[in-house]
Nanobody
Framework: QVQLVESGGGLVQPGGSLRLSCTTS????????IGWFRQAPGKEREGISC????????DYSDSVKGRFTISRDLAKNTAYLQMNSLKPEDTAVYYC???????????????????WGQGTQVTVSS
């Protein structure tokens, strides 16, 4: 059974940092792309980062580039999203997702992902 569980969300002041974790089971993380998405109230789900199984190459949306870093620990079957210099507009529910295909490179497109976690709330406010 495939499961993805996010953790690490919370309330942080502008300029602060958080690290989100996505613990997976039922798949070997080394073989599959992982993406991070977020959804703010009244907005569509936005793909913000992904990491590729072929070579650990990464991709970021313009909205988070230079502030967020995606990584993964294959021994722990866990992916991470380090978020620095947080802004109020980063407030959203954050989701990780897994592409069950065996493609070499990841995408930030919602349609490429088959399994989703339940989400974790990130609130950036003073």
């Amino acid at each position: 059974q495939v499961q993805l569980v996010e953790s690490g969300g919370g309330l942080v002041q502008p300029g602060g940092s958080l690290r989100l974790s996505c613990t997976t089971s039922g798949f070997t993380l080394a073989h599959h792309a992982i993406g991070w998405f977020r959804q703010a109230p009244g907005k569509e789900r936005e793909g913000i980062s992904c990491i590729s199984p072929a070579d650990d190459s990464t991709d970021y949306s313009d909205s988070v580039k230079g502030r967020f870093t995606i990584s993964r620990d294959l021994a722990k079957n866990t992916a991470y999203l380090q978020m620095n210099s947080l802004k109020p507009e980063d407030t959203a529910v954050y989701y990780c997702a897994l592409d069950r295909g065996f493609g070499a490179y990841c995408s930030n497109s919602y349609y490429e992902y088959d399994y989703w976690g339940q989400g974790t709330q990130v609130t950036v406010s003073s």
